[in-house]
Every structure is written in structure tokens, then in C-alpha cells.
């Protein structure tokens, strides 16, 4: 057949053209967080495959991943000016000593004045394995600006229920800065930096949020402490989520969920809910169906990946084994 190729390529007219080379690609690795992707770790065999390509001097594509960087109680006030870095003990600095209280007014102009007051409170301050290293103002845990560059605080998500086992829910109201009129849990708020409600260890931890939830409950729905006692609050695990509020809010959050079964009196607070309602899990699955309605993303989290499974044993021995998780829930 070769001959045959040869003799005819040799006719008059004729010409054997070589066939042009094909264009090699060469993909360049784009490493992730080892908390985020397999695929950095050095002992993954997709890894190796892919690092050992050569790349192509014909044609070649690269692409870069930037991502901030992780923060630590070395590198947060470098990375975070408005972050006070005192902490040094289980307590960190009140809203007076906090140089970030103030700053960034222009941020808050137009908006309803108790609600700028309370940006002025002081949030606690995380690396990503929830121990504080530092304390800044709400505003500034709050802005995306900051957020899109790692910044984390400690927060807290309350579900109370009722005797008949139905879930009290609130929602949010208009004058709010951050999800205005979105409908979630019963008490969602921040442990501040103050006595009592810090702890660098879980257990001391667990206690402050508990002290928050107690002081908010009042405060937002008007609940007596003595309605609400610290000891009957449960405790069941922490999620790290993130979520934009608008362009210029949002949230990022290690959040401690606590339940609490309770007959109460609410005394409503407007500026912070605008309407409250009792559900059972069949009416908040169909809450949740209607397009008019609109729920806070931590609340859809919650409700989605655990609420609803802890719901089906509350009152129930069965319940307990979902308390006191240790590890934190990456969302």
C-alpha cells in the first residue's frame, strides 16, 4: 500500500503535503483551600496527573485564584485597622475602648437611628476555629468590603418552641440594615464583647451566647429572662456561613444554634419585628412554598440541612444525640 502511495504521489501534478501539527493544551493547576478542595492535597492522584503535564510551548492556558487570606490573631489588625486587638483574657474591650464604634458614619447615613445605635455595638472577632482574637464594631463585621476579605464574627440562632412543639418565628423589621423584612428563627443576634458573654473554649463560649440569647429575647420580643433561664436553653452545633445582605451588608458568621422549649409572652419591640406567627413543621414547609415570602439565608440553611430532622425528635429522648456537636459545620 505504501509503494502504491509512493508511485502515485510521484505522478506529475501531484504532491504529498504533511499533515500540520495539532495544537497541544496544557492546563495549569489552580490550587484550593485544603478545607475546601481535595484537589490541593499533595497525596490526591487527580493532583499528580494534573501537575505532571508539561507545558505546551505550542499553546498554553493559566488561570490564577486569588483568595484572601486566612486570618489570624497575628494578622488581623494588619489586615483590619477598625479590629481591636486587646483581647488578651476571656473579656474583650466594651463598645467605649473600641476605636471602630465611630468610624465609617457616612456608611450608616439614612437609616432608621436606633438601628444605627446598635451598629455601634462590639461583635467578637474569630479566626476560622472560633477562637477570638479581637473585637470591632457591628458595622464594621457587617460590611461586604470586609467580609469579602475573611473578616469573622461569633453570632447566635435561636429556635424556641412552644409546648405543642410549634416554632415561634419573627419577622424582620423594615427599619433593619441588614435582611429587612425577611421572615426567620425566633432570635437571631451577636454575642457582644463584654463580661459574661466571651469564651475562647467552647464551654465558656456556649455560656456567653446563652447570656446573649436570654438579653435579645427581651430585648427584640419583649421576653422575660425568667420565662427564658439560661439553663434551659440546649445547645446543638455551630455553622460557618456566609451570605450577602445587599451590596453593601451581609453576614459572616460562626453561629451557635440554640433551642428552648417555652411557653411565653411576647411584648413585641417594632423596631426590630414587624410581625411574629407560631408554626408547626408542615406550616413552615408551606411558608416556605410561597413566593411572596422571603426567609433570612441562615434560616434556609438551618432549616434545609438539620431543622427540620432535630424537630421530628423534640421532646424525645432522641433528641439528645444531636447536642453538644464539637465540630463546626462548614456551610
Known amino acids: 500500500m505504501l509503494a502504491r502511495l509512493r508511485l502515485f504521489c ?3 501534478g501531484i504532491r504529498l503535503v504533511a ?13 484550593y483551600s485544603p478545607s475546601l478542595s481535595p484537589l490541593s492535597s499533595s497525596s490526591s492522584p487527580l493532583r499528580r496527573v494534573v501537575s505532571s503535564t508539561p507545558p505546551s510551548p505550542i499553546m498554553s492556558a493559566t488561570v490564577t485564584v486569588t483568595e484572601p487570606p486566612r486570618i489570624t490573631a497575628e494578622n488581623v489588625a494588619t489586615l483590619f485597622p477598625d479590629v481591636d486587638t486587646s483581647l488578651a483574657r476571656e473579656v474583650l474591650p466594651t463598645a467605649a475602648t473600641n476605636p471602630s464604634a465611630t468610624q465609617g458614619a457616612d456608611e450608616l447615613a439614612g437609616y432608621d437611628e436606633e438601628q444605627v445605635r446598635l451598629m455601634e455595638e462590639v461583635c467578637i472577632v474569630l479566626d476560622d476555629d472560633d477562637k477570638p482574637i479581637g473585637s470591632a ?11 469579602d476579605r475573611g473578616l469573622l464574627h461569633r453570632a447566635f440562632s435561636v429556635f424556641l418552641f412552644d409546648s405543642n412543639n410549634r416554632l415561634l418565628l419573627q419577622q424582620r423589621a423594615s427599619e433593619k440594615i441588614t435582611f429587612p423584612d425577611m421572615w426567620t428563627n425566633t432570635c437571631c443576634s451577636h454575642p457582644l464583647g463584654i463580661p459574661g458573654e466571651t ?10 451566647v446563652k447570656r446573649a440569647a436570654q438579653r435579645k429575647l427581651e430585648q427584640e420580643l419583649g421576653i422575660k429572662p425568667e420565662q427564658v433561664p439560661i439553663d434551659k ?7 460557618h456561613y456566609k451570605a450577602p445582605s445587599d451590596g453593601k451588608w451581609g453576614e459572616h458568621e460562626i453561629d451557635y444554634i ?3 422549649q417555652a411557653d411565653v409572652d411576647l411584648d413585641v419591640n417594632p423596631n426590630e419585628a ?6 408547626s413543621a408542615t406550616e413552615l414547609k408551606q411558608m416556605f412554598e410561597k413566593p411572596g415570602l422571603k426567609f433570612t439565608p441562615w434560616f434556609k440553611l438551618i432549616c434545609n440541612s438539620m431543622l427540620f430532622e ?11 444525640p444531636y447536642k453538644n456537636e464539637q465540630e463546626i459545620r462548614r456551610m
Open 10 to 12: 510521484h505522478r506529475p
Open 19 to 31: 499533515p500540520a501539527p495539532v495544537p497541544r493544551y496544557a492546563a495549569s493547576l489552580v490550587k
Open 137 to 147: 464594631s457591628k458595622k464594621t463585621c457587617h460590611l461586604m468590603t470586609n467580609i
Open 199 to 208: 469564651g475562647a473554649q467552647l464551654d465558656a463560649a456556649v455560656l456567653g
Open 233 to 239: 436553653f440546649e445547645f446543638f452545633t455551630r455553622i
Open 258 to 260: 440554640l433551642f428552648i
Open 274 to 279: 414587624r410581625d411574629t406567627c407560631y408554626v
Open 310 to 320: 432535630w424537630w421530628g425528635h423534640l421532646g424525645s429522648p432522641s433528641l439528645e
